[in-house]
């Protein structure tokens, strides 16, 4: 990638990097805050000054430590995880509206993997952002937005037979549901306030192999792949995995993405059947305990 560098000094207040795809601004802590740029497509990336505390070198003095901090929109009280290294470095809840920040120490050029996870443990896709950091900064990564979960109640479908594709996405926003195989077929439909979609249609004109993903209308930026069968039998997905007490997302472990979407629905009303691990209607205590009793992560 070719960057085209200026850097200018203007009464030590700002320096400014700019590239041919982000500009990098850096402001003095003291005088400016920090901005953040949502748009489609966008992310703006910057650096402050001193928003990390300063160490005591032992001098007297101190050095601002360097970081990174992401900013954006996953789903309504999604855990927005940040790996480092093949390792989870920081992991953070987001709000009611699906927005998060999270900051993260570092003082290297790093490669960040980030993917956000919802309350029934559906994964997004991963965002991966090599990064650059300079010494004494904080580098502000902001306007990410993943795209939706998608999840179906079944692997295969029997011809003119009903199937459900759900997920999780932004509150009150319009989701596309792509199916690419034999035909592109395309279904809109808007989340509700809580950030969920579903859907039912029939499959009587549909046959043979399908890719389905979903997308925010004039997104370009999709969820992870999923197939389907149209053909002659049906397969519920939960038939096709290890029947294991709190693993919601099915991945045959029971782990804290797990144990994330257990908490979420404690002492909720109409809990999914996967928390409700003891399928008396409720998510208490005896829940956690069953789920402590399989957890393998």
Do not use: H
Request: net charge neutral; aromatic share 14%.
């Amino acid at each position: 990638m070719f960057y085209e560098k200026t850097m200018q000094f203007i009464n030590k207040k700002y320096i400014f990097i700019c590239s041919i795809i982000f500009c990098f601004t850096f402001l003095n802590y003291n005088l400016v805050k920090s901005q953040t740029i949502i748009q489609n497509e966008t992310v703006s990336i910057g650096a402050i000054v001193g928003s990390i505390p300063s160490v005591d070198t032992g001098g007297g003095g101190g050095v601002y430590q360097s970081g990174v901090r992401f900013s954006g929109f996953a789903y309504p009280f999604a855990i927005v995880t940040v790996q480092k290294r093949n390792a989870v470095a920081q992991s953070i809840v987001a709000d009611e509206k699906g927005a998060f920040s999270i900051l993260v120490p570092e003082t290297s050029w790093q490669l960040f993997t980030l993917f956000a996870t919802d309350t029934l443990g559906r994964k997004s896709t991963l965002l991966n952002f090599p990064t650059v950091l300079y010494s004494g900064y904080i580098t502000d990564i902001s306007g990410i937005r993943f795209a939706p979960t998608i999840n179906t109640d079944k692997l295969s479908v029997k011809k003119g037979d009903f199937l459900t594709i759900e997920g999780a996405s932004l509150p009150n926003k319009e989701v596309s549901i792509i199916f690419d195989g034999p035909e592109i077929r395309n279904f809109s439909l808007e989340s509700n306030k809580d950030g969920f979609y579903s859907i039912t249609i029939p499959t009587s004109f549909l046959e043979g192999e399908y890719t389905l993903r979903s997308l925010y209308l004039g997104d370009t930026r999709t969820s992870k792949a999923l197939k389907i069968t149209v053909g002659n039998v049906s397969m519920l997905r939960a038939e096709a995995t290890s029947n294991i007490p709190g693993d919601c997302n099915f991945d045959q472990q029971v782990t804290l993405v797990d144990f994330s979407v257990l908490a979420f629905w404690y002492g909720k009303k109409n809990p999914p059947k996967c928390v409700d691990t003891n399928t008396d209607g409720n998510i208490n205590l005896i829940d956690f305990s069953i789920l402590a009793f399989y957890w393998n992560g």
